[in-house]
């Protein structure tokens, strides 16, 4: 398997304007995370699903992020519209059924900047 | 207090030395405890798990918990300089499959 396939892998927006980042999770992974980093805040949770549904999205900092899973082997970040606070490295990461954080993969991560 | 707090470094040991790395956790009733490695530029990756009270031993690396303490230790062998990087401590949320990182700990090795 490729791991977990993040996209773009830098992004350059400009102020107002919509951002999607995109995941693909490893195949057979029931859990998928969205993260932010931040060498001001560290690694944070932003939203978690399981079998496509969204269980926790308390770490959503505001409605101008949302996330979409239409699909096990799929999901969306979307940022609208974005902000320069917004600039950080964005995770996505999954893992198996019964083992929501043990065997946690990362991808590669989106590298956003808003100017 | 944080729910996951460690010292942000950078700590700076020799080729060879035993580097330490610690961190604290909030919830009492915590069960799980992971160490994650980031290297500049990259993703984290799992290096360490550990459940139980006493020491866990991988390789180079030792996991330490200490329960009644709320601390949980790394500590890594004959340390290489390919040992520099962030590490971070991770706890999930009681009750919940939320993983919580602390902000890291960056380690560098010098030859």
């Known amino acids: 398997d490729a791991g977990v396939i993040q996209s773009p892998r830098h992004e350059v927006t400009e102020m107002g304007q919509e951002v999607t980042l995109r995941c693909k999770p490893i195949s057979g992974h029931d859990y998928l995370f969205w993260y932010r980093q931040t060498m001001m805040r560290g690694l944070e949770l932003l939203i978690y699903?399981?079998?496509?549904?969204?269980?926790?999205d308390s770490g959503m900092p505001e409605d101008r992020f949302s996330a979409k899973m239409p699909n096990a082997s799929f999901s969306t970040l979307k940022i609208q519209p974005s902000e320069p606070r917004d600039s950080a490295v964005y995770f996505c990461?999954?893992?198996?059924?019964?083992?929501?954080?043990?065997?946690?993969?990362f991808g590669q991560g989106t590298r956003l900047t808003v100017v | 207090q944080k729910e996951v707090e460690q010292n942000s470094g950078p700590l700076s040991v020799p080729e060879g030395a035993i580097a330490s790395l610690n961190c604290t956790y909030s919830d009492r009733v915590s069960q799980s405890f992971f160490w994650y490695r980031q290297y500049s530029g990259k993703s984290p990756e799992l290096i360490m798990s550990i459940y139980s009270n006493g020491d866990k031993e991988d390789g180079r690396f030792t996991a330490q918990l200490n329960k009644a303490s709320q601390y949980v230790s790394l500590l890594i062998r004959d340390s290489q300089p390919s040992d520099s990087a962030t590490y971070l401590c991770a706890v999930p949320l009681p009750g919940t499959d939320k993983l919580i990182f602390g902000t890291g700990t960056r380690l560098q090795v010098f030859p």
């Open positions: 990461a999954s893992s198996r059924p019964g083992q929501a954080y043990t065997e946690a993969f």
């Open positions: 699903f399981n079998n496509n549904v969204p269980i926790d």
